[in-house]
């Protein structure tokens, strides 16, 4: 066998030794609906052949990742065996507090519905004589 041959490996298989999935059906799954790209070409085939250098872009159900292949997956082993297997480039999440913030309005103190502790307020006057 040559080099080259050893370089390449099924996507599937890639994934699944990365530890992106839980079992290589869902990486299959994930790389026929199509959310796996390589080279930023969508890519429907779990047997679709990576290599070294390849920037694969990963759509999950609540995040993106970016990762650049370092070497062929063997087995799948601990996380530290697997996190040789690529480097991460995703881009950092923007903080969670700026997220909340921006996304959450925030009301006048006393307009809108009352909260919990100003209705118990509200009921100690009412039941005051």
Known sequence: MSGTVLERQRIDK????????KSRSLAAKLA???RVRVNRNKIEQAAYQIKVG?????SLE??????R?????????????ARTLYEDLTPP??????VVK?????????????TKKERRALDRLRDDP
């Open 14 to 21: 890639w994934l699944f030794f990365a530890r992106v999935v």
């Open 32 to 34: 026929q609906a199509g």
């Open 54 to 58: 390849d920037v694969l872009t990963i």
């Open 62 to 67: 609540r995040q993106v990742l970016v990762y």
């Open 69 to 81: 292949v370092l070497a062929p997956g063997a087995r799948r082993g601990p996380a530290e065996e």
């Open 93 to 98: 999440a923007p903080p969670r507090d700026a």
């Open 102 to 114: 921006a996304s959450a309005p925030r009301r006048d103190a006393g307009a809108g519905r009352p």
